[in-house]
């Protein structure tokens, strides 16, 4: 399965941005799990958020709660992320990375990686 991550870009605090990631190659099958990661300057690669192809089911890190919205287009095989009131802290690189099986809040555990889009919120 490859993966196609786009949408970063150069905001301002407090504005809106939406991250695609486009998927090729799967098997006909809904029982995938795609998760957004980010990675900022000297940082760890952080969980984001993620969606269960099949149940729709969503999951959210603390820090992003209430700010991101996870959803996908199955007709297109796309997922999306949707930020909004944007903070200089979600500065990073962001990757979607997909899995099949249950979701995943960790990097380890997926081995389709999309090749990162940077986001940069100035303040």
């Known amino acids: 399965v490859q993966l196609q991550a786009s949408g970063g870009g150069l905001v301002q605090a407090g504005d809106s941005l939406r991250l695609s990631c486009a998927a090729s190659?799967?098997?006909?099958?809904?029982?995938?799990?795609t998760s957004w990661f980010r990675q900022a300057p000297g940082k760890e690669l952080e969980f984001a958020a993620a969606?269960?192809?099949?149940?729709?089911?969503?999951y959210y890190a603390d820090s992003v709660k209430g700010r991101f919205t996870i959803y996908r287009d199955n007709a297109k095989d796309m997922v999306y992320l949707q930020m909004n009131s944007l903070k200089p802290e979600d500065t990073a690189v962001y990757y979607c990375?997909?899995?099949?099986?249950?979701?995943?809040?960790?990097?380890?555990?997926?081995?389709?990686w999309g090749q990162g889009t940077q986001v940069t919120v100035s303040s």
């Open positions: 990375a997909l899995r099949p099986g249950v979701v995943s809040k960790y990097g380890a555990d997926f081995r389709s």
């Open positions: 190659g799967r098997t006909n099958s809904d029982y995938y799990a």
């Open positions: 969606i269960h192809w099949k149940t729709g089911a969503t």
